[in-house]
């Protein structure tokens, strides 16, 4: 069985930065589809960011140049650092390991 766990999400004035991690057990990172997706209230969850088995790297418009999603192999531990944060980053955001989802973790860009 596969397990996810989101941390590091908080609230952060807009300009800040915050970077989430997902930890996974029972799946390696590594050759596998991974991402992160988020979802705010009343919206659907959409996709931030995604790394394919091959290791190409794709970002949704509105996060690119600001986010930046990596895997540490060694810890299977997957991050996104986002910085420039804005107050429409604020949403749930979740890491998806090959259909697996974590629970989820809050980020809140508010002065």
């Known amino acids: 069985q596969v397990q996810l766990q989101e941390s590091g999400g908080g609230l952060v004035q807009p300009g800040g930065s915050l970077r989430l991690s997902c930890a996974a057990s029972g799946r390696s990172f590594r050759f596998n589809t991974r991402g992160w997706y988020r979802q705010a209230p009343g919206k659907q969850r959409e996709s931030v960011a995604s790394?394919?088995?091959?290791?190409?790297?794709n970002y949704a418009r509105s996060v690119e140049g600001r986010f930046t999603i990596s895997t540490d192999t060694a810890k299977n531990t997957m991050y996104l650092q986002m910085n420039s944060l804005k107050p429409e980053d604020t949403a749930v955001y979740y890491c998806?390991?090959?259909?697996?989802w974590g629970q989820g973790t809050q980020v809140t860009v508010s002065s």
């Open positions: 790394i394919t088995p091959s290791g190409s790297t």
């Open positions: 998806q390991l090959s259909g697996w």
